[in-house]
């Protein structure tokens, strides 16, 4: 059974830090290219940050670049997302995703982060 459990969500003031962590189980996980992606209310899903699965290839929208990391540990079956100098508009719900291809695609439930003082 694949699973993804996502932890590190939480309230925090404009400034502050967070830190996601997405522990996956039931796949191959050092085979799989992960993202985070993120959903504000009334907004469409984002790609947030994307990383291959050796860790040699990493990806930041616009938005986030030079604020949040990715990273993963491969025998710890985890990803990261290392989240400082959070603004408002970062507040959405956040979600990790594994891809590999041809068609393996898996979600997390998702972990809210509110952005606000």
């Known amino acids: 059974q694949v699973q993804f459990v996502e932890s590190g969500g939480g309230l925090v003031q404009p400034g502050g830090s967070l830190r996601l962590s997405c522990v996956a189980s039931?796949?191959?996980?050092?085979?799989?290219?992960m993202r985070w992606y993120r959903q504000a209310p009334g907004k469409e899903r984002e790609l947030v940050a994307s990383?291959?699965?050796?860790?040699?290839?990493?990806i930041y929208a616009e938005s986030v670049k030079g604020r949040f990391t990715i990273s993963r540990d491969n025998p710890k079956n985890t990803v990261y997302l290392q989240m400082n100098s959070l603004k408002p508009d970062d507040t959405a719900v956040y979600y990790c995703?594994?891809?590999?291809?041809?068609?393996?695609?898996?979600w997390g439930q998702g972990t809210q982060v509110t952005v606000s003082s």
């Open positions: 995703n594994a891809r590999r291809l041809p068609a393996s695609n898996y």
């Open positions: 039931g796949i191959t996980f050092r085979s799989y290219s």
């Open positions: 990383i291959s699965s050796t860790g040699d290839s990493i």
